[in-house]
Nanobody
Framework: QVRLVESGGGLVQAGGSLRLSCAASAGTFSTYAMGWFRQAPGKERQFLAV????????NYADSVKDRFTISRDNAQNTVYLQMNSLKPEDTAVYYC??????????????????WGQGTQVTVSS
């Protein structure tokens, strides 16, 4: 069992930045690929980014790849999402997730076994 807790969300003006953190409870954190997703009201959960167990591989959704950066610190059992140049359309609840699927499957929420409770990000225009 892996417990994930996100933090760092909040209200920011368009063009601003936020850094989300996701702390994992388990000592097996380094064995999981970690992903970030978001869900806006009335919309499906959207893949944003994934990072491999070692941190050597990353993948991003086209909509965020030039603005968001995923990273992890296995010593601290934490994954991060640095978000720059935020836009009002980035407003959503942001979730981190832990999964063990093959790399090509990790853009799908179905590939993840554990989810955090989410943190709200609101970008004002």
């Amino acid at each position: 069992q892996v417990r994930l807790v996100e933090s760092g969300g909040g209200l920011v003006q368009a063009g601003g930045s936020l850094r989300l953190s996701c702390a994992a409870s388990a000592g097996t954190f380094s064995t999981y690929a970690m992903g970030w997703f978001r869900q806006a009201p009335g919309k499906e959960r959207q893949f944003l980014a994934v990072i491999s167990t070692s941190g050597s591989r990353t993948n991003y959704a086209d909509s965020v790849k030039d603005r968001f950066t995923i990273s992890r610190d296995n010593a601290q059992n934490t994954v991060y999402l640095q978000m720059n140049s935020l836009k009002p359309e980035d407003t959503a609840v942001y979730y981190c997730a832990a999964g063990m699927g093959i790399w090509s499957s990790l853009s799908s929420h179905n590939a993840y076994n554990y989810w955090g409770q989410g943190t709200q990000v609101t970008v004002s225009s």
